[in-house]
Nanobody, 124 residues
């Protein structure tokens, strides 16, 4: 199982960006995919997750509800994180991760597979 996160960059406060997580094999349809982030000097935290395609449940951290949207495209074996109304506190390295259990859990230790991070910087 391999995950590849991409799409990070530098944006201004209030701007938008979409992160992508490309998955190998059949992961896109059989795994729950989550996004996590780690800001400098802070612990890694949950951002959003989406369950398997057949069930399609989502969960969001309170800090991003209403601003971020997670979605998946099984045909492209990808999961996306659309981020709108970005704030400086969203600055972090963003990681996508996968777990076999069909539950968009916020617990990072429940995700067995991780991609490399993609960095987002939101300027004020």
């Amino acid at each position: 199982v391999q995950l590849q996160a991409s799409g990070g960059g530098l944006v201004q406060t209030g701007g938008s960006l979409r992160l992508s997580c490309a998955a190998s094999g059949s992961i896109s349809s059989t795994y729950t995919i989550g996004w996590f982030r780690q800001a400098p000097g802070k612990e890694r935290e949950f951002v959003a997750a989406v369950s398997r395609w057949s069930n399609y449940r989502t969960r969001y951290a309170d800090s991003v509800k209403g601003r971020f949207t997670i979605s998946r495209d099984s045909a492209k074996k990808s999961v996306y994180l659309q981020m709108n109304d970005l704030k400086p506190e969203d600055t972090a390295v963003y990681y996508c991760a996968a777990r076999l259990t069909d539950d968009p859990s916020p617990g990072e230790y429940e995700y067995a597979y991780w991609g490399q991070g993609t960095e987002l910087t939101v300027s004020s």
